[in-house]
């Protein structure tokens, strides 16, 4: 389903993770620098999915299954928390706010589906209803310079009695029973001032015509994009894979309570932190734009000298409107951290010097415990 906002002037369609919205409407930097202004601007990610979980019985059901403690959510509050296997690997990552009656998940598109289904089919005997409502609700996101919705969103906005639903994303800062791997004296989190509200989808026109008379403004998504990768946040279109564990992308920061009860893939979650290391970590690249080439998400990364193995793959890649060409990407936990990079795409190498977000000594927190070897007795 096509948006509505690709009939404003200049919209160019999105494809990808993003497809059906607009990717732009003429000047990604432009849009950039809107998002950062006082005022603030609209982003359409209508494309995305809003799965409903209802009854009295959600929270605690959601808490049990999943690596953030909401069980205490109150009426309007916002969280994040990922749905793990039984390895801790990362198959899910919600973004939820709760109105007092319904948990509402915010959830990437491809997702959506296989998200409602395991959670149907996990109800048992407990008084919960899942529901997909992505047909009739759309989701959009937006920033402003002091956090509030811009009124002609907020005039549009789905609410529950007095709660508006829209997610804060609580990346800015270190949540509570959280921890942060990046070492960073300034996390350029704290720029990061991006919410998500659900609007009916037959509202989204009143959306479009604020646009277009000037009462609002509106970016694509590679603006956004650009802004996310510059804080260093992850998103689970593009950073995860298989393999994926949230220590390597430092989503202890914000999706991972180290206090709470059990739930699966905790027992990987609280031994890779405790006892050892991620395998993998985290880095922003600079990129060297001299000759105009891009890099795109999966492309290999790997040291600048000749023949050398791949180390990493790139995962975001945006042009940003003050530090020019930049990306995210994945490596091996044992590349040095001062290692000159070269990321391989389709048109020759790109020099690319990297940032540290995860660093290689990540986890160990409390040191490693010797154990006797089986079958070795102690004298």
């Known amino acids: 389903m096509d948006s509505p906002f690709l009939a404003l002037p200049g919209a160019v369609r999105s494809e990808g993770a993003d497809e059906g919205v607009p990717a732009h409407y003429g000047n990604p930097l432009v849009e950039q620098r809107r998002l950062v202004s006082e005022r603030g601007a609209i982003v359409d990610l209508s494309a995305r999915g809003v799965v409903a979980v209802s009854g009295p019985d959600r929270l605690s059901w959601l808490d049990s299954m999943t690596s953030q403690s909401i069980r205490d959510l109150v009426a309007g509050d916002s969280a994040e928390t990922l ?52 047909a009739d609700l759309a989701t959009i996101g937006s920033m402003t310079a002091d956090g509030d919705l811009p009124a002609e969103l907020a005039a549009v906005a789905e609410t529950t009695g007095d709660v508006v639903l829209s997610w804060r994303d609580p990346w800015s800062e270190l949540v509570a029973g959280g921890v ?24 989204l026109p009143e959306l479009v015509a604020a646009v277009a008379d000037g009462r609002l403004d509106a970016s694509g998504v590679l603006a956004a994009e650009a802004l996310r990768v510059a804080a260093w946040r992850p998103r689970w279109a593009t950073e995860v894979d298989e393999r994926t564990i949230p220590h390597e992308l430092d989503w202890m920061r914000s999706a991972v309570h180290l206090a709470k009860g059990c739930y699966r893939g905790q027992e990987t979650v609280a031994k890779v932190h405790n006892l050892g290391h991620p395998p993998r970590r985290l ?22 000298e000749a023949g ?72």
């Not at 998200?115 to 919960?128: E, G, I, P, S």
């Not at 880095?283 to 600048?304: I, N, Q, T, Y």
């Open 83 to 134: 749905l793990l296997d039984a390895q801790g690997h990362v198959e899910h990552a919600i973004r939820l706010v709760d109105d007092g009656m319904t948990a509402w998940l915010l959830v990437e598109a491809a997702e959506t589906a296989s998200l409602a289904a395991w959670l149907d089919r996990m109800r048992f005997m407990l008084r919960v209803e899942v529901a997909d409502r992505s």
């Open 283 to 304: 880095v922003m690249l600079h990129l060297d734009g001299a000759d105009a080439v891009l890099p795109a998400p999966g492309d290999e990364v790997a040291p600048a």
């Open 180 to 203: 942060q791997y990046a070492q960073s004296d300034e996390h350029p989190a704290a720029e990061w001032a991006w919410r998500e509200t659900l609007v009916p989808r037959v509202r």
């Open 308 to 379: 050398a193995d791949a180390v990493g793959r790139v995962t975001s890649v945006a042009t940003h409107f003050e530090w020019g060409p930049i990306a995210l990407a994945v490596l091996r936990r044992s590349t040095p951290v001062d290692a000159p990079l070269v990321v391989r795409t389709g048109e020759g190498e790109v020099a690319a010097a990297q940032q540290t977000i995860v660093p290689p000594d990540a986890g160990a927190a409390v040191g490693r415990i010797s154990l006797p070897k089986l079958g070795r007795r102690r004298r």
